[in-house]
């Protein structure tokens, strides 16, 4: 899976607001630079979902690493009855186990280094080995706009039914890309 091998220059870690420089972080979507600046550690520290962050990799002796992108996992369920016939066709469970990439960001100033897509396969892999150990039928995201959406949409996520801007990638779907 070498998918999860952050880009040469780069590490992904778990958020630490210590070692993190959070503040000059911008991706030009307020509600995300806020979260990350105000929220993100609050929610870890609480265990309701886990933040990683990627930073350029620098001087060394800088006792605070800048982010530069970052995403949230959390697990969660999604009912049946708002997936697409293609997941109703492989159960009768009434909720259905998945991990919710809650937010995903990269700083303006690092855009088109392709760092969102390796994020996103970073969630992909760690979904994978969240599966392999507890169950998870799918990764699932609420675009944000209609640009996420079509972000999203390249990857082959799909369209919940009735939520359009609810997008679901299948656990069968991942592994075929990445095992």
Do not use: W
């Amino acid at each position: 899976m070498n998918s999860a091998i952050p880009p040469e220059g780069f590490s992904i870690e778990r958020l630490d607001k210590s070692l993190h420089e959070r503040d000059g972080f911008s991706c030009g979507k307020p509600e995300l630079d806020n979260f990350l600046r105000t929220q993100a550690a609050q929610d870890q520290s609480k265990h309701l979902g886990a933040t990683h962050v990627l930073c350029e990799i620098g001087d060394q002796n800088n006792a605070r690493r800048k982010v530069v992108g970052y995403l949230t996992l959390a697990t969660g369920n999604i009912p049946l009855a708002d997936c697409p016939e293609s997941i109703k066709k492989l159960t009768r469970m009434p909720n259905l186990p998945i991990l919710l990439l809650g937010r995903m960001a990269v700083d303006h100033r690092y855009k088109g280094n392709r760092l969102g897509e390796f994020l996103l396969k970073y969630a992909l892999t760690l979904a994978v080995e969240i599966s392999d150990r507890s169950g998870c039928l799918a990764v699932v995201v609420d675009a944000k706009d209609d640009e996420a959406k079509n972000f999203y949409l390249r990857y082959g996520f799909l369209e919940l039914p009735e939520r359009k801007m609810t997008l679901l990638l299948p656990m069968q779907t991942i592994k075929k890309l990445f095992v």
